[in-house]
């Protein structure tokens, strides 16, 4: 068990003595027992050990103890999430249940900054970029910080591969001209960190799929009219092709896969300003999250799939907000004093 679910068992456990201890008497009433005329000469009407409307009121309660518990576990599971914060002048990573909004450092170093945190699958790591140029991995606690990757350039925006060991990333190089290639790194070798394909293009933001060998990822190009934009490309390791998945002659960037693979989310400036939308990986069809005149955008997908958390500045700074997945209820999640950037949300192991 992970410790970061203790808070969530803790919160669920005493759910359910609450639960119980209202519902108790339903399940446990004592009836009185009922007289025997033979023995007694009582000739009152024989009653049964409950009367109809007693086995309803057991019959409702017990379907209302049933969904309560189901809703107690689907939140106690629903993950946490973890971001990037600036305070006193630093970057650092902290973690906050999207519920209670009760939040926890995961990185305290004032000489270095802490940006793009994602969790490993299984919810026991957060991998992380560094201002030093290197990509880092740090348990769910905060305990063993350490550095996994470097690379002839500035790494950034690491994202797990579905086998929880492989870290993919993207390598800059902003002095050889806005050059930015994709690599991997394996956590059980000692293996130096390999280039994971040759295009010529700037690629950069990978996101895995969590269901299949597909890798989404940002590339920068320029097209006939010598108009600069940036594109959201497919990549299929199992037989290395790939698919341009948008084609809006706009900044679309950070995809961020659905839970079951069918549908990315990203920032794009489509409509003039940055906003959320949701592309379906096969079919294509494009929808707008979020219309608002600030800055929407860096959108996660809650482990359920069915909301989002982005990060918003309607409020006046950067700050994490959640939505439905359709961008119905929005909601902002964190109010810090500065700004809040590069959500992940947790699967919680699943």
Same mark, same amino acid.
């Given at each position: 068990?992970?410790?970061?679910?203790?808070?969530?068992?803790?919160?669920?456990?005493?759910?359910?003595?609450?639960?119980?201890?209202?519902?108790?008497?339903?399940?446990?009433?004592?009836?009185?027992?009922?007289?025997?005329?033979?023995?007694?000469? @009582?000739?009152?009407?024989?009653?049964?050990?409950? %009367? +109809?409307?007693?086995?309803?009121?057991?019959?409702?309660?017990?379907?209302?103890?049933?969904? *309560?518990?189901?809703?107690?576990?689907?939140?106690?599971?629903?993950? /946490?999430?973890?971001?990037?914060?600036?305070?006193?002048?630093?970057?650092?990573?902290?973690?906050?249940?999207?519920?209670?909004?009760?939040?926890?450092?995961?990185?305290?170093?004032?000489?270095?900054?802490?940006?793009?945190?994602? +969790?490993?699958?299984?919810?026991? *790591?957060?991998?992380?970029?560094?201002?030093?140029?290197?990509?880092?991995?740090?348990?769910?606690?905060? @305990?063993?910080?350490?550095?996994?990757?470097?690379? =002839?350039?500035?790494?950034?925006?690491?994202?797990?591969?579905?086998?929880?060991? %492989?870290?993919?990333?993207?390598?800059?190089?902003?002095?050889?001209?806005?050059? /930015?290639?994709?690599?991997?790194?394996?956590?059980?070798? /000692?293996?130096?960190?390999?280039?994971?394909?040759?295009?010529?293009?700037?690629?950069?933001?990978?996101?895995? /799929?969590?269901?299949? $060998?597909?890798?989404?990822?940002?590339?920068?190009?320029?097209?006939?009219?010598?108009?600069? %934009? @940036?594109?959201?490309?497919?990549?299929?390791?199992? @037989?290395?092709?790939?698919?341009?998945?948008?084609?809006?002659?706009?900044?679309?960037?950070?995809?961020?896969?659905?839970?079951?693979?069918?549908?990315?989310?990203?920032?794009?400036?489509?409509?003039?300003?940055?906003?959320?939308?949701?592309?379906?990986?096969?079919?294509?069809?494009?929808?707008?999250?979020?219309?608002?005149?600030?800055?929407?955008?860096?959108?996660? +997908?809650?482990?359920?799939?069915?909301?989002?958390?982005?990060?918003?500045?309607?409020?006046?700074?950067?700050?994490? +907000?959640?939505?439905?997945? =359709?961008?119905?209820?929005?909601?902002?999640?964190?109010?810090?004093?500065?700004?809040? $950037?590069?959500?992940?949300?947790?699967?919680?192991?699943?």
């Amino acid at each position: 068990m992970h410790l970061y679910w203790i808070p969530a068992f803790a919160r669920m456990t005493g759910f359910s003595i609450g639960l119980w201890t209202k519902l108790a008497p339903v399940f446990t009433r004592t009836l009185e027992p009922t007289p025997n005329p033979s023995k007694e000469g @009582n000739v009152k009407a024989l009653a049964s050990p409950t %009367t +109809w409307s007693e086995r309803l009121q057991r019959k409702a309660a017990l379907i209302l103890a049933l969904g *309560m518990v189901v809703l107690a576990f689907g939140n106690a599971f629903a993950g /946490s999430i973890v971001y990037s914060a600036l305070q006193g002048g630093a970057w650092d990573l902290w973690t906050i249940d999207p519920d209670t909004r009760e939040r926890a450092p995961l990185t305290k170093t004032p000489d270095r900054d802490e940006r793009s945190p994602a +969790w490993s699958r299984d919810g026991s *790591m957060v991998a992380y970029s560094a201002s030093d140029g290197a990509i880092w991995v740090v348990g769910a606690d905060g @305990n063993n910080a350490k550095k996994v990757a470097t690379g =002839d350039g500035h790494c950034d925006h690491p994202t797990w591969h579905p086998d929880n060991i %492989t870290l993919t990333y993207a390598v800059s190089k902003i002095e050889a001209g806005e050059v /930015s290639e994709l690599w991997q790194v394996r956590l059980d070798s /000692s293996e130096s960190p390999k280039k994971l394909f040759s295009a010529n293009r700037a690629e950069y933001y990978p996101a895995w /799929s969590p269901k299949k $060998e597909l890798l989404a990822f940002a590339h920068f190009e320029k097209d006939a009219d010598q108009v600069i %934009t @940036n594109e959201l490309v497919l990549w299929d390791k199992r @037989n290395t092709s790939f698919h341009q998945l948008t084609r809006t002659r706009s900044d679309s960037i950070g995809p961020a896969w659905s839970p079951d693979g069918a549908s990315v989310a990203f920032t794009s400036n489509l409509c003039g300003n940055y906003d959320v939308w949701v592309m379906g990986v096969h079919r294509g069809a494009l929808v707008r999250v979020t219309d608002s005149p600030a800055y929407d955008g860096q959108p996660a +997908w809650e482990p359920g799939g069915g909301r989002l958390v982005f990060v918003s500045s309607r409020s006046g700074s950067r700050q994490l +907000w959640i939505t439905d997945a =359709d961008g119905t209820h929005p909601r902002q999640l964190t109010s810090e004093p500065a700004s809040s $950037e590069n959500p992940d949300w947790s699967s919680g192991g699943e």
